[in-house]
C-alpha cells in the first residue's frame, strides 16, 4: 500500500478534488466562485470559464428561497457547517434539485472567515420520485377525506390502521377509537377469516357483508368493496369500503311503489275504461239507430237530448284517460305530413254547429308565412284547437271566436306556428288566471257553476303543447271583453307530396258492397245488437257470434270477408281467436278483422294490430267508425 506521506498531502487532495463525483466549489466572502471541480460544472452545465463569471444567485430557481439564516449562524460560530435541499436552474433550463453542505473556511490563527466551502450533490432523480410519492400520498389523503364512502385500512392480523372521517360517521366510533381495535367488531369474524383466507378474488366476501355494527348496536346496510394494500409486491393488509345503502335503499323501495301505483293506476285506468266504454255503446249506439227511425218532433227532441247527454260524458271520459296517459309518460308525438290551413278549416267546421247555436260569428286567419305543409302530431294539434275553441264558444254568450295562425320562426327546415284563439266572452279574474291550466281547475264554483266539465282540457292542452315542443298561455283583452288564448307548436317543413287520386269507396257499386261477408264476434247483448243494427243500416247484412271459440269455428265453415272482433270476450278473447284465424288461412286469403275494445290506452291499438288485427275501433261504437273501417277494408281489397 502506497505512503500518503510518500505521494504528498497536496497531490492527494487535487486529485480527490478534480475526479470526485461530489461537485465541490470555493467561495469568497462576496459570494463569488473562486473555483469548481469539474464535477459542477457537470452538475449545472456550464465550463469553469462560465461558472466563473457567474455568481451563484444567478441561477438559483425564481422560486426557492435564499438559506441566510444558516449563513449568519456559521459566521457567528454558532454552527460549524449547515446542510440544505436547493432548487437551481440547468444551463439548458431545466430544473435541477442538489443536497447542499456548505461549512468555512477560517485563518488558522486569527480565526476571521476566509472562503466558503460548497459541497453539490445532484438529487433530481430522487426528488422527482420523492415529489411523485408525496403527490400520490396527498392524492390518497384527499380520496380518503373528500369520499363520501367509509373507508377503513386494516393489516393482516386484522387490526385497524387508519379511517376516514364518513367511518365515524357511519361506525359510531372516533377514528381513535377504532385505531388498534379489530376489523370484526364492524364486520363479524367470521367474514374477517374468510377475507384472510381468500388471496385474489374478494367478490364473493364482499356480497357476504352487507351490514356494519354501528357503535349504538344497530345494524347499517352497506355495499361494501376490499382492496388490498400492495406494499413491495407483498399484501400487508386491506382497504375496506362501505357505502351506506340506507337512503338508496328507501328510494328504491319509493321507486318500486311508485311504480307499482303508476301500474295499478294503468290498470285501473283500463279497467274503467272498459268497464264505462261497454255500456256507453248501447247508449249512443242506440240513440243513433234511434234517431234513424220515424219519429215525432218530441220523441226526437228526448232522443237528441239523450245523444248529446251521452257524449259529454263520453268527452268526460276521454279527458280524464287523456290526461291520465299524459301524466304516466304513455303520450308520444305522431310525424305525419298535414296541411295546417286545411286542420283549421276542418276544425272550425266541427265547431261551427256549437256557434250557430248561440249565434256566435266565428272567423279565421292565417297568415301567408305559415308553410303549406308541415310535418307533426296532427291529432294533437287537433285537439289543443278544438278544445280552447269549445271552451271559447261555451263562456261566449254573445259576440264572436277568432282563430289566427302565424309563423314566428323559420329556420332550416323547421318552423315555429303561433295560434290564438279570441273571443268576446265573460273573460277570466285576473286572480283566477294563473291557475287556469292546473288539473282540474275551474274558474267558477262547482257549486254555482254554469258550464259542464272535468277542468282538465286545459291541463291537457299544456302538456300536449308541450310535447310538440312549445308553450301556452292566457292573456286578458283590456279594451273589450273576452280571453285570448295562444299557443306555439314546433313542426318540420315538407315539400308538397304528389299522390295519385283513386275513387272513394262510397262510389263503388252497391251491389258488391252488399256481397260483403261480415262476421260480428260481441258477447255483451246490447252492444251485439247495435253494432248487427249499425252494419244493417250501412246496406249489410252480418252472421253474429258470442265469443272467440264460435269467431273461430264459423270461419272454418264460411269465407268471410270481414269481421269485427270484440277483444274481451269469455272462453277466448279476440286477440287468441284472431292468431288462430290468421294462422290458419294463407294471407292471400287472410280476413280483413277490425278489433272493438273498451280499452283506449295508449299502445292499446299496438297491440291489438301486433296480433294481426287490420283496424281497430273503440268503444262506444259509432255510425261513422263502423263505416270507416268497412271503408278501409274496400280500399285494401280494390272493390269497384
Known sequence: MP???????????????????????????????????????????????????????????????????????LLDGTI????????????NGNHIWTSIHVSLVRDEFAGSPLFFITQFIDITKSKAVELKLQDSIERYTSLKKYNHDAIISFGLDGSILNGNQVAELLTGYQIQELIGSSISELIGDSNLAQILSVST????????????????????????????????????????????????????IEKEAAEKTNKAKSE?????????????????????????????????????????????????INDILDFSKIESGK?????????????????????????????????????????????????????VLMNLLSNAIKFTPAGAVAISVESTKLERGTACLHFEIRDTGIGVPEEKAVHLFEPFYQADHFMTRKTEGTGLGLAICRKLVHLMGGEIGYKPCREQPGSTFWFTAGFSIQDRPKCAQKDSPAQQDNQTENRLNILIAEDHNVNRFVLTKMVEKLGYSATVVENGEDAVEAVKRYPYDLIFMDVQMP?????????????????????????VTAHAMKGDSEKYLGAGMDEYISKPVSMDAVSGAIDKFLKSRDIS
Open 3 to 73: 505512503d500518503t506521506e510518500v505521494l504528498g498531502h497536496q497531490a492527494l487532495f487535487e486529485h480527490v478534488y478534480k475526479n470526485a463525483p461530489i461537485g465541490i466549489a470555493l467561495v469568497s466572502m462576496d459570494r463569488k466562485w473562486m473555483s469548481v471541480n469539474p464535477a459542477v460544472c457537470k452538475i449545472f452545465g456550464y465550463t469553469p470559464e462560465e461558472l466563473m463569471a457567474l455568481s451563484a444567485e444567478d441561477f438559483t430557481s425564481p422560486d426557492h428561497s435564499d438559506h441566510k439564516g444558516f449563513k449568519k449562524e
Open 80 to 91: 460549524t457547517s449547515y446542510e440544505i435541499e436547493k432548487k437551481y436552474l440547468h444551463k
Open 201 to 252: 378474488d374478494y367478490s364473493a366476501v364482499e356480497k357476504s357483508i352487507n351490514v356494519i355494527k354501528n357503535k349504538d348496536g344497530r345494524e347499517i346496510e352497506v355495499l361494501a368493496t376490499l382492496a388490498p394494500i400492495i406494499i413491495h409486491n407483498k399484501n400487508a393488509g386491506f382497504y375496506f369500503i362501505a357505502k351506506d345503502m340506507t337512503e338508496q335503499k328507501r328510494l328504491l
Open 268 to 316: 285501473f285506468l283500463a279497467m274503467m275504461s272498459h268497464e264505462i266504454r261497454t255500456p256507453m255503446t248501447g247508449v249512443i249506439g242506440m240513440t243513433d239507430l234511434l234517431l234513424a227511425t220515424t219519429l215525432d218532433a218530441e220523441q226526437h227532441e228526448y232522443v237528441e237530448n239523450i245523444k248529446k247527454s251521452g257524449n259529454t260524458l263520453l268527452t268526460i
Open 331 to 383: 303520450a308520444e308525438i305522431v310525424q305525419e305530413q298535414f296541411s295546417v290551413r286545411t286542420v283549421v278549416s276542418e276544425t272550425l267546421n266541427i265547431m261551427l254547429p256549437k256557434a250557430l247555436e248561440k249565434n256566435l260569428e266565428m272567423t279565421a286567419s292565417v297568415c301567408p308565412n305559415v308553410p303549406a305543409l308541415v310535418l307533426g302530431d296532427v291529432t294533437k294539434l287537433r285537439q
Open 571 to 595: 272462453n277466448m278473447d279476440g286477440i287468441q281467436a284472431t292468431r288462430l284465424i290468421k294462422g290458419s288461412m294463407p294471407s292471400e286469403k287472410s280476413i280483413f278483422i277490425v278489433a
